[in-house]
């Protein structure tokens, strides 16, 4: 069984394929944190060591023994006023502003299958016997505050899920200054943390750096998960690779804010966590009122990077993500937003639909500017009627003409903002969220509205299906392109629970729209990537990955991004050049192979390709359909680092090993340059593979051993692909 507890030790063990979890209860109640590591049998109680630290105290139940001490001792959910200096899980204050908490264990359960959160996205199990759950409840007596310790076990995805529930029991309100949903202590050991920080346009840039003495933080506080930093996080050995060394991570299944800390401790002891950021400032917890923090996926690898990707990629890819597309590839689309911005009509829509169908495009999306009065982005959102003067036909009418020319329709939407200029702003100004007597921060000339609102949520799921009901439609890009600056409802009782809400709210009405319409495609999207999170995958099998569509900054985003997300997810496009981000030409080739590394589609006008680009359009279509089983279900291979390598190159290689595509790209070339071997990973040891372009057989284990070289005559941006077939 995954799950076991040892009464004697009051040891429990947590066990996936290939790792162990293990805590315990310790002589006075508390929860320790054991082991999380290389599967192992037996117990690892022997990892505590005890000394007298000088200025970490001891529990008051240890009477002399000074060497009992939790600021010293590894934790599992430790609490701000329990001796513990270390940052916490868990801050809590009572009623007269005292915040001491001493969580004590008082009862567990283990039960078949995989836990489910009250209005949170979670991942899940197929059936009981995928996975299990361990509940454990903490109790303070005297705040009556009850803690629920939510570890859910997928022993085939080499995952472990944990979350946490709070609940007043008392008969005072208690406030919560932070809620971490989890953390690891490492007792002993050097490390790494990797974070995926970035920018609009440059999301989840890899970032390695070496743990000191003190915290690193990462997180947002902007009310999403954020362009900035990602909620995922690893910690690694000094010397972990690709394919070698020991790695954790932990992916947060939140789409809001998030605070991610990493601290080494006065024994060089290592503490890393993460949780939302919306209870940070003083969440409130009235008497018989509970809050349940997002579900963390924890993943270990002991051989390196590339194995933590593929168990948290294999997690999210079909025990997070749900619906149609799960298992079905994702239609081909062409998006309307490069090819002309506001700027079209039914009849131009149609043109480009035309043009696509002609190429194999499969889906045409209609992307921004269709509704309200919106000619830019100053007006109109909020008011989801569409605008038939500006398309010259009813939408049901342009999906029918788009559906003759043998495409899916699709539409995109940013239903949780809500412009000044607008019906529905004018009708509710109190639906937005702005603090009164301060002028609200504006962005991109919008305003958020209150999805804390129960009304405000039913106005928009029914505006939504209004129109999903008034045509065949069969995708919705969900938008979102500004952060939260203005946290106040004009319905809440304590403005301290509005962002945690607001968050459920828009998880709600997907909730809705996935059950009601479940064969829509929802892409997620935020100005790009900037919600690119395991949250939003279990609404949106695909997330727009960024704005940015230039092939080469494309080989960094979609590099970071890769740690933590399977490329079935990764929403990207070939467009026209020069790249209206960067400015940069690059071969029409390259940025099929770029695009091919993710959902795959087409973000330009046909009509302004050449004849050569038309075939090659044709031909990327039919081999990214050949290769979708391999980028759906393969395992990825990062092969290089763009950072350091001119040549990037990965692999995708199918599960048994049968057959594979290799992807590279120059990114810069130098006269006269050294040739570049790519070293190939991931394929059958001992085995031969013919290479289907040029009928080749190679041994394998050269092609891993010293590699394959990059054709020289690779030209700066030029790309080189590769089938591989085992014999
Ligand atoms: C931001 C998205 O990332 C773009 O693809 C596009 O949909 C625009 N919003 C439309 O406003």
């Avoid at 000088?54 to 939790?70: E, H, I, K, L, V």
């Avoid at 009813?394 to 899916?408: D, F, S």
Wanted: aromatic residues 10%.
């Amino acid at each position: 069984m995954p799950i076991s507890y040892s009464p004697e030790k009051k040891i429990f063990s947590l066990h996936t394929d290939r790792s162990t979890y293990q805590l315990a209860v310790d002589g006075f109640g508390a929860l320790l944190h054991l082991y999380y590591g290389a599967r192992c049998e037996g117990e690892a109680e022997y990892l505590l060591t005890f000394a007298d630290r000088g200025f970490s105290g001891n529990p008051y139940a240890a009477g002399d023994d000074r060497t009992w001490s939790y600021d010293a001792l590894p934790q599992e959910f430790p609490a701000w006023g329990s001796g513990d200096f270390r940052a916490p899980c868990l801050g809590v204050r009572a009623a007269d502003g005292t915040a001491g908490c001493a969580l004590r264990y008082r009862e567990h359960e283990i039960l078949p299958g995989k836990y489910a959160l009250p209005g949170l996205p979670a991942a899940y199990a197929e059936d009981g016997d995928e996975a299990e759950t361990l509940k454990i409840e903490l109790s303070d007596e005297r705040l009556g505050l009850s803690v629920t310790l939510l570890y859910g076990v997928l022993p085939h995805c080499d995952v472990i899920t944990r979350s946490v529930i709070v609940q007043n029991r008392g008969e005072e309100t208690l406030t919560l200054g932070r809620l971490q949903s989890a953390c690891l202590d490492f007792v002993g050991g050097d490390y790494d943390l990797v974070t995926f920080p970035g920018r609009y346009a440059l999301e989840r840039q890899f970032d390695r750096r070496e743990l000191g003495r003190g915290t690193h933080a990462i997180g947002s506080r902007r009310g999403y998960s954020s362009h900035q930093y990602n909620p995922f996080v690893i910690l690694c050995d000094r010397d972990a690779t690709e394919s070698a060394g020991r790695v954790w991570g932990m992916e947060l299944v939140w789409s809001g804010g998030f605070l991610a800390e990493a601290e080494r401790d006065q024994l060089s002891q290592t503490r890393l966590s993460i949780g939302m950021d919306e209870v940070q400032t003083a969440y409130p917890l009235a008497p018989g009122e509970s809050i349940c923090a997002p579900e963390v996926i924890l993943s270990y690898s002991a051989a390196g990077f590339e194995r933590l990707s593929h168990n948290l990629h294999r997690c999210l890819r079909s025990r997070v993500r749900r619906g149609r597309y799960r298992e079905e590839r994702t239609p081909i689309l062409l998006n309307s937003w490069e090819a002309s911005y506001f700027d079209f009509t039914g009849e131009s829509l149609l043109t480009l639909a035309e043009g696509a169908a002609k190429l194999g495009v499969e889906m045409l999306v209609m992307d921004d500017g269709w509704f309200g009065a919106r000619r830019d982005d100053k007006s109109s959102l909020g008011d989801w009627t569409v605008n038939e003067e500006k398309l010259g036909m009813p939408l049901g009418e342009l999906a029918r003409r788009v559906n003759a020319l043998g495409l899916k329709f699709g539409i995109w939407m940013e239903p949780e903002m809500i412009s000044e200029d607008s019906e529905l702003c004018r009708a509710h100004p109190d639906w937005v969220l702005a603090v009164p007597g301060q002028a609200p921060v504006r962005s991109r000339s919008q305003l958020v509205l209150d999805f804390s609102r129960e009304e405000v949520r039913e106005h928009i799921f029914r505006a939504i299906c209004a129109v999903l009901d008034s045509a065949n439609i069969e995708y919705l890009k969900w938008d979102l392109n500004r952060s939260i600056a203005d946290v106040y409802s004009h319905a809440a009782p304590d403005q301290g629970r509005v962002l945690y809400q607001n968050m459920l709210g828009v998880y709600e009405v997907l909730e809705k729209l996935c059950a009601r319409y479940p064969d829509l495609l929802i892409e997620g999207c935020s100005g790009g990537g900037g919600r690119f999170d395991a949250g939003m995958l279990h609404y949106c099998p695909q997330i727009w990955c960024s704005d940015n569509t230039d092939a080469i900054d494309r080989l960094f985003i979609q590099h970071g991004t890769s740690f933590g997300y399977p490329a079935v997810s990764v929403g990207s496009h070939v467009s026209i050049c020069p790249n209206h981000q960067t400015g940069r030409t690059t071969p029409f080739e390259t940025r099929g192979a770029v695009a091919a590394a993710g959902t795959f589609g087409y973000e330009l006008d046909p009509a302004q390709l050449t004849g050569e680009e038309c075939a090659a359009v044709k031909e990327q279509i039919a081999a990214y359909k050949a290769d979708a089983a391999l980028v759906r279900d393969g395992f990825y291979y990062r092969l290089s680092d763009p950072a350091k390598d001119v040549c990037c190159a990965w692999v995708f290689v199918a599960e048994d090993g049968s057959e594979a595509r290799l992807s590279a790209v120059l990114r810069e070339k130098h006269a006269n340059e050294p040739a570049h071997y790519i070293r190939l990973r991931g394929l059958t040891p001992g085995a031969r593979y013919r290479a289907r372009e040029t009928g080749r057989v190679y041994s394998v284990d050269a092609l891993m051993d010293a590699g394959l070289p990059l054709p020289l005559d690779c030209r700066e941006y030029g790309s080189f692909t590769l089938h591989l077939e085992r014999e």
